[in-house]
């Protein structure tokens, strides 16, 4: 009994403290900055070395962040970088979320429906590129039956694969670059398709063993995309470029990350080597991501608990409408993907006549979170509510409890210990889909995890975050043994 009253008393003092926190979270997605000119936002991977990483400060470079900067500046605004997944990138841009995209995304006539394309800034190329052990076995993509090619999600070169190679190529697809070198490297693939660029910059920087196989398979102009509507930015980026071209500036950045044609190295490029990021800085970076899961993780958790009390009380109701939109609400949720959740609620929830204010990510990763949470632990509630012998019930009134008493006093205390295990395993599941949250730039543990490897090209960093969820997690586990060793000490050993 005494647990349970400062188990809500806890709850209770904590929410205050989340309702300021998500009061803020919400304006961080909708507050303008200070100052005359708003800020542009970019969105990029910040995976995509050479021209989108993270340096030996832990800080975002590459080619494309140095055109960002550059485009900004002559723009006369501050630059605000969106790193966000290649997949949901364009996206983003629809909604909303930032001004333009300066990715290395490749023009296309898909892309052109939806989105207008600057001037290009750079001209690239598909390449196949295999393993330096296999040159001479592999002369190219069209001399083999049955290539195990790998691409990124989203990118050109899957579309391009499966439309002029499907029938003597096996394409595997991937969430990123570094996961398709660590496979190439392990053996399973036999090469992969990217920009020819990216390959030259590898070799370049030794980061990989690989080189190209056989000649270009075609060209591509590589440009900024941004929102129909945006017609004015356009302009501006296009203004942008064509400075940056007429004043060499354009060909200095390039020449800094990729090479002279002529094979003289810039002696100024910063080309990050796969081992640049110490380990200490790695570790830094990880922990910052994981107090960001750990805050998102705490305040899902505690709205979603809340929430569940009264919609598990509805559940265990006998009948009527307001328990059927319950459980049919409740429902829906359990039998959708959290990933599709978290999806409409970041880019669709401003869409929304009655609503029409988009989510900062944080805020919308709390409340998909806290929604989903809640549905799972209500049932959990509900399970143990209904474990409760009806006898406790009328024993409650017959002494002259009024209902809330009778709830308060008799019940909630039994179904709570019944419910404990379950909703510790709801804890722990909850903790782990925060994993999910770097779809919608979140920069939390995996993301973070993510970004190192992708320049130090180590998976020794996947078991770190591993050992990090574990170190949390297991504790949860442990607890709830001992809280319901607790409760059966003071005599709730029965039902």
Do not use: C
Not at 47 to 58: A, E, H, I
Not at 80 to 90: A, F, P, Q, R
Not at 152 to 175: F, S
Not at 343 to 367: D, E, H, N, R, T
């Amino acid at each position: 009994m005494k647990i349970i009253r400062n188990l809500f008393s806890l709850i209770a003092a904590r929410t205050v403290v989340w309702g300021v926190l998500l009061a803020g979270f919400a304006m961080i997605g909708t507050a303008a900055e200070d100052g005359t000119q708003d800020p542009l936002r970019i969105a990029l991977t910040g995976r995509y070395p050479p021209f989108s990483f993270y340096n030996t400060q832990g800080e975002l470079d590459g080619f494309d962040v140095a055109v960002s900067r550059a485009v900004a500046e002559r723009l006369n605004r501050p630059l605000d970088i969106v790193t966000t997944e290649w997949d949901g990138i364009l996206a983003g841009l629809l909604a909303g979320r930032y001004d333009a995209i300066i990715g290395s995304m490749a023009v296309t006539p898909q892309r052109e429906e939806v989105v207008h394309f600057s001037e290009p800034y750079y001209l690239s190329g598909a390449q196949l590129f295999i393993h330096r052990d296999r040159r001479g076995e592999i002369p190219g993509i069209d001399r083999i039956e049955g290539l195990r090619i790998g691409v990124v999600v989203g990118e050109t070169y899957e579309q391009y694969l499966r439309e002029h190679h499907a029938e003597h190529v096996r394409v595997v697809t991937y969430d990123d670059t570094q996961l398709i070198f660590q496979d190439l490297i392990h053996g399973r693939l036999d090469g992969f398709l990217s920009d020819r660029l990216v390959g030259a910059w590898q070799i370049r920087a030794a980061g990989a063993p690989f080189l190209p196989a056989g000649d270009m398979l075609y060209e591509e102009r590589i440009a900024i995309p941004v929102a129909l509507e945006n017609t004015a930015l356009l302009a501006s980026i296009n203004m942008a470029l064509a400075d940056m071209r007429a004043s060499g500036a354009l060909d200095r950045l390039f020449d800094r990350w990729f090479g002279l044609p002529d094979g003289h190295d810039d002696p100024n490029a910063s080309a990050a080597s796969p081992e640049s990021m110490t380990f200490a800085l790695a570790l830094r970076f990880l922990l910052k991501g994981f107090a960001l899961t750990l805050l998102v993780a705490a305040a899902s958790l505690t709205l979603g608990f809340l929430a569940s009390i009264p919609v598990g009380i509805v559940l265990n109701l006998s009948g009527g409408p307001v328990r059927a939109l319950t459980r049919g609400v409740v429902d829906f949720i359990r039998g959708t993907p959290v990933l599709i959740q978290l999806f409409f609620v970041y880019y669709g929830w401003g869409m929304i006549p009655v609503i029409g204010m988009s989510l900062s990510p944080l805020a919308a990763s709390i409340l998909t979170l806290s929604v989903n949470s809640a549905a799972y632990m209500a049932e959990v509630v509900r399970s143990g509510l209904m474990s409760v012998d009806p006898g406790q019930r009328l024993a409650g009134r017959a002494i002259g409890l009024s209902p809330v008493q009778v709830f308060r006093l008799i019940v909630w205390p039994q179904a709570f210990r019944i419910a404990m295990p379950s909703l510790m395993n709801s804890v722990v599941a909850l903790i782990k889909d925060t994993a999910l949250i770097s779809v919608v730039t979140v920069s939390e543990l995996i993301s973070n995890v993510r970004s190192v490897v992708s320049v130090t090209y180590n998976p020794i960093y996947y078991l770190l975050a591993a050992v990090l969820f574990f170190m949390v997690t297991f504790p949860l586990m442990k607890l709830a043994g001992q809280l319901e060793a607790r409760m059966r000490a003071k005599g709730f050993d029965h039902d």
